[in-house]
């Protein structure tokens, strides 16, 4: 057989080569058992051909420890713990690939930010963003502006409704001619009076309504008109109507003045506040009232020929050098109901309209009295009496006295309401107020109102 180079050391015989050194341990290599070398023996004609060990799948056998030192077996793996798994499933802190892909990762975005449709897209996503905050800022600010301006507006038109009405009670005064004044003389007082109704219609004009109440504004300047234009027809034709014969014709021209007056109440009521309020609701303003304002012709009845003869005896009295006396140079008496308000709700009552009262334990009626004469007047009493039509011998009957009121004057009593209303039926409401020495007229002295008190 041929030489085979067999690097390997013979039995007995020492390895030339040092033992490796593994971990601080010197390794030899391991004993060679007897069993391991009988392959070796076999060997014909001492050629010293190493035989190949036998087949079965086994490893070549280590040559043996010369030493006498096993090698040390190598210890069986150690299972991986579930925590080193989970850790290195979860991409912990020390794993060079979990670290590698949180670096791909930031590497990635960097690289799509890089990228010029990326950013074209983030762009349009801030710009997108900036805008809608720009909308929302503008918008807040036009719906504070809007709110301001309807606060402002309706600030401006009660002021004005506020003087309109204080000009309807001078009217009422000068009609009552506590000083005896001439046809003239009362003409020049309510012409001067007509002035400064005017100037309140040019208020009205320079308003700038905002929202829906341009055309109510119309309506409350159309209103305003007819006041002035009823104190102005007063005015020029009063001294012709006092001259009339009969009292038909003089009270039948002043009860058609009396019908603008009451126009100017409707339009006001029916034509500004119902749309102001509708107004309101559709822009969504809570925090501001519409001013409901004061009839400036507070007793309607004054439009009917009849009703407007109560007036003639004040104005065809004369008083002292011509009218030119102090307060009680005349010699007229007499007191009337200005107005009759439900409370604590302020709701106005008017004769011969239905009007519904909230029920309350607060309820009261409120009633404004004037001194139409020359006198200071004192002990007066006023009665408000509540019935049903269901039951009208049912009354409920309540009084208030009112200690004194000077000439030309107005104040009010307030008397409670009824004790035991009945909810959601109508029934009527009479204000009497006791007449004075020496008053003629009492015509004005009692209204009768329809209410139905409701919960």
């Given amino acids: 057989m041929a030489d085979v180079d067999d690097d390997r050391p013979r039995p007995g015989e020492p390895s030339a080569e040092p033992p490796e050194s593994t971990g601080g ?7 060679r058992r007897p069993e391991d070398d009988a392959w070796l023996e076999d060997d014909e004609g001492g050629t010293d051909e190493v035989r190949r060990p036998p087949s079965g799948g086994g490893r070549e056998a280590p040559p043996p420890d010369d030493l006498g030192f096993d090698e040390p077996e190598e210890p069986p793996a150690r299972p991986r713990s579930s925590s080193s798994s989970r850790r290195r499933a979860s991409g912990g802190r020390g794993s060079g690939r979990g670290g590698s892909r949180r670096g791909g990762s930031r590497g990635g975005g960097a690289a799509v930010l ?11 996503v801030f710009a997108a963003i900036l805008i809608l905050v720009i909308v929302l800022v503008v918008r807040d600010c036009q719906r504070d502006k809007l709110e301001d301006s309807y606060k402002t507006y309706l600030n401006d038109v009660a002021s004005i409704t506020s003087q309109s009405a204080d000009q309807g009670k001078q009217l009422r005064q000068i009609l009552n001619n506590p000083r005896g004044q001439n046809p003239p003389q009362l003409s020049q007082s309510i012409r001067q009076l007509a002035g400064d109704a005017s100037a309140l219609v040019t208020q009205a004009e320079d308003l700038d309504p905002p929202g829906e109440l341009a055309t109510p504004n119309r309506a409350l300047i159309r209103s305003l008109e007819y006041r002035v234009n009823g104190m102005t027809s007063l005015s020029q034709n009063l001294s012709t109507l006092l001259q009339a014969k009969d009292d038909e014709t003089k009270a039948a021209g002043i009860a058609e003045v009396m019908k603008r007056f009451l126009t100017s109440d409707v339009i006001y009521s029916d034509e500004f506040v119902g749309p102001a309020k509708e107004a309101l609701e559709k822009d969504d303003i809570t925090g501001v009232e519409v001013p409901t304002g004061q009839p400036f012709l507070p007793n309607p009845g004054l439009v009917d020929t009849d009703a407007a003869k109560s007036l003639l005896p004040a104005l065809q009295r004369r008083g002292s050098a011509g009218g030119g006396g102090d307060d009680n140079s005349g010699n007229l008496r007499g007191t009337s109901i200005v107005s009759t308000e439900a409370l604590p709700s302020e709701t106005r009552l008017t004769p011969g309209t239905p009007q519904a009262v909230q029920a309350s334990d607060q309820l009261k009626w409120r009633v404004t009295i004037e001194n139409g004469g020359d006198f200071t007047e004192s002990g007066i009493v006023v009665t408000a009496s509540f ?24 104040t009010t009593v307030e008397i409670p309401g009824p004790t035991t209303p009945v ?11 006791s007449a004075v020495s020496g008053e003629t007229n009492t015509d004005n002295n009692a209204a009768e109102y329809p209410v139905k008190i409701t919960i």
């Fill in 25 to 31: 341990l010197r390794r030899f290599p391991p004993r």
């Fill in 387 to 410: 019935f049903y039509p269901s039951d009208p011998k049912a009354v409920d009957e309540k009084q208030a006295q009112l200690d004194e009121i000077a000439p030309t004057q107005t």
């Fill in 423 to 433: 909810f959601g039926e109508q029934g009527t409401l009479r204000i009497e107020v």
């Fill in 114 to 124: 890089q990228q010029p449709r990326a950013r074209l897209l983030l762009g349009v």
